[in-house]
């Protein structure tokens, strides 16, 4: 059980273009989802936490106009990168848990999404 | 200054050694995940934790919650055990280590 589906699991896209990235929790509600992002040779890096029917939380440094998240339900979070530029390619990943916050629910990773932005 | 030290950062280890990677945080936490990621990038969360210990098949983890210190143990190591190990604690928000990348030499 606790399966999260990402997808796509990659995309090359153009520079000025936006991409949606999909994140589905396909046997459980989450009522919380995160999105990472992490640089090769890095670890994870959180940019936001997300939860259903309200606005994300950002952590600092990531622009929230350029990162849209919506979690418009317990089993789908959405994260479009906006007029994307080459710096914008990484590696991205949600997780989601049925907890609020980082309350130490046990977290559910999807496989991610790589980016490249040519 | 990092609020999470993981070590060893790299570890390569003979199929059947006995295995323990050590992290140490710095900020109050309300729980400790482990994560496993694959070469493909793709993670699981193999344990999360609050005190004491857990043991799931062949890995163990413990928790010191007055030393603000974890260690993941892996027994009878393997090479699909290869993999980048990663500690996160969480409180208020999630902190991640830089984490461990283990090769497991058949």
């Known amino acids: 059980g606790a399966v999260v589906s990402q997808h796509p699991s990659w995309v090359i896209c153009k520079s000025g273009t936006s991409v949606k990235i999909e994140c589905r929790s396909l046997?459980?509600?989450?009522?919380?989802m995160f999105w990472y992002r992490q640089f090769p040779k890095q670890s994870l890096m959180l940019m936001a936490t997300?939860?259903?029917?309200?606005?994300?939380?950002?952590e600092q440094g990531v622009e929230k106009d350029k990162f849209l998240i919506n979690h418009a339900s317990l089993t789908l979070s959405t994260l479009t990168v906006t007029s994307a530029h080459p710096e914008d390619s990484s590696f991205y990943i949600c997780?989601?848990?049925?907890?609020?916050?980082?309350?130490?629910?046990?977290?559910?990773f999807g496989n991610g999404t790589r980016l490249t932005v040519t | 200054k990092n609020e999470v030290e993981q070590s060893p950062q790299n570890l390569t280890a003979q199929e059947g050694e006995f295995i323990t990677i050590n992290c140490s945080y710095s900020?109050?936490?309300?729980?400790l995940h482990w994560l496993q990621q694959h070469p493909g990038g793709g993670i699981v969360s193999l344990f999360m934790?609050?005190?004491g210990k857990k043991k799931h098949g062949r890995l163990i983890a413990t928790i010191n919650i007055q030393e603000k210190h974890s260690s993941l143990h892996i027994t009878a190591s393997h090479p699909r055990d290869s993999a980048v190990y990663i500690c996160?604690?969480?409180?208020?928000?999630?902190?991640f280590g830089t984490g461990t990348s283990l090769t497991v030499i058949p």
């Open positions: 046997d459980f509600q989450a009522t919380t």
């Open positions: 996160a604690p969480t409180g208020n928000q999630f902190y």
């Open positions: 997300s939860n259903e029917g309200s606005k994300a939380t950002y």
């Open positions: 997780s989601a848990s049925r907890g609020t916050g980082s309350s130490g629910s046990p977290l559910h």
């Open positions: 934790l609050s005190s």
């Open positions: 900020v109050g936490i309300s729980a």
